[in-house]
C-alpha cells in the first residue's frame, strides 16, 4: 500500500532535509507525518517511538549514510528491520499526502 515512486520519495527526503529552511506549512506537515509512524506502539513508550521517529527521518535522508544497522543501535529502538522500513514508508506516504503529492 506504501509504495511510492522515486520521485516522491526524495521529494519527502529533500523536504525532510531542508525542514528548517522551508515555511511553517512544511514543518507542520512533517509533524502530521510523524503521528503515523510507531502507531503500534504502547502509549508508554514516548521514548522508543520519538527514537523510531529520529531514526526514520535520518534513512529517508540518507539511507547510505544512516543504515539501519547502525540507527537500531544509536536510537535502541526495538523493531524489525522490515518493520522499521513499513515504518519509513508509512511516514513518507503520509507526508506525501500531506504536501498533496498523490
Known sequence: MYDLPHGIVRACAGVVEALDVLPDRYKQ???RA???VGQSFDKD???ARRALIAAVKL???NQKDWPYDFLEA???FAVSRRTF???KRKFCWALA???NLI
Open 29 to 31: 506537515a512533517v509533524a
Open 34 to 36: 510523524e503521528e503515523s
Open 45 to 47: 513508550a514516548v521514548a
Open 59 to 61: 534513512s529517508i535522508i
Open 74 to 76: 544509536h536510537y535502541g
Open 85 to 87: 522500513y513499513k515504518e
Open 97 to 99: 499526502k500531506e504536501l
